[in-house]
């Protein structure tokens, strides 16, 4: 990915002006960039606080998490309500996960197919208990289903998701009736590439963003 004019998007999340860089994805699609990773540790301690005070009052016994950009979400959305525990589902195959349960997830950033997976010997941190399935940007919405749904399977009462950034809109349909469960701290539109620049794709905004929308070439 390479950086893209206007080169940043500017979004407020948890109180306070973020500014993505604009990357280019290939030759049509653009990108506002989150990668909390590298935002340091008071912006995951503050989005931490800020999800788990949207979650405090379902008491969640586990927060769960999937690799790699949802972890540090996980670990301080748990560390503000509380819990010792959480749980990370992967991605990445490993030895310890040849018979664990999966689901394909496909995501934005990535043209590979991928599975989430959870090790069949945490099941029993999930079975019977009541979980809030978290991760960083939710976009076309499938690693988050594909999360909630093996929280599902593994017996668990999913209770809320929480993401630090929603992008566009597609997530609703992908989810669904689920949709109801998300909290957000932000959330950005989608880029298409025209003229050399990105810029927003209207059908990727939610009615309230609409008016703040300046009239922009759709790409051939």
Excluded: C, N
Excluded at 107 to 117: A, G, W
Excluded at 123 to 136: A, C, I, K, S, T
Excluded at 174 to 179: K, V, W
């Amino acid at each position: 990915m390479r950086l893209i004019a206007p080169h940043h998007y500017d979004v407020e999340i948890a109180g306070k002006t973020e500014r993505l860089p604009m990357l280019a994805l290939d030759e049509q699609r653009a990108i506002a960039l989150l990668m909390d990773i590298d935002m340091g540790l008071a912006f995951a301690d503050r989005v931490g606080r800020a999800l788990a005070e949207r979650f405090a009052a379902l008491k969640p016994d586990v927060v769960v998490g999937s690799a790699t950009l949802g972890i540090p979400v996980a670990m301080e959305v748990s560390r503000h309500l509380g819990l010792d525990r959480y749980l990370i589902l992967q991605k990445s195959p490993k030895f310890h996960l040849a018979d664990a349960l999966f689901e394909p997830v496909r995501s934005i950033t990535s043209d590979t197919p991928q599975r989430l997976m959870l090790d069949r010997r945490q099941v029993p941190l999930l079975q019977g208990r009541r979980v809030v399935v978290v991760d960083d940007v939710i976009a076309t919405g499938a690693s988050i289903a594909a999360s909630m749904r093996l929280a599902r399977r593994a017996g668990a009462t999913v209770l809320a998701a929480g993401t630090i950034l929603t992008e566009g809109i597609a997530w609703r349909e992908a989810l669904g009736e689920d949709a109801a469960l998300v909290h957000r701290l932000g959330r950005i539109p989608r880029f298409f590439i025209a003229g050399g620049a990105a810029q927003i794709d209207p059908a990727s905004l939610e009615p309230d963003m609409l008016p703040d929308l300046e009239p922009a070439p759709m790409p051939h």
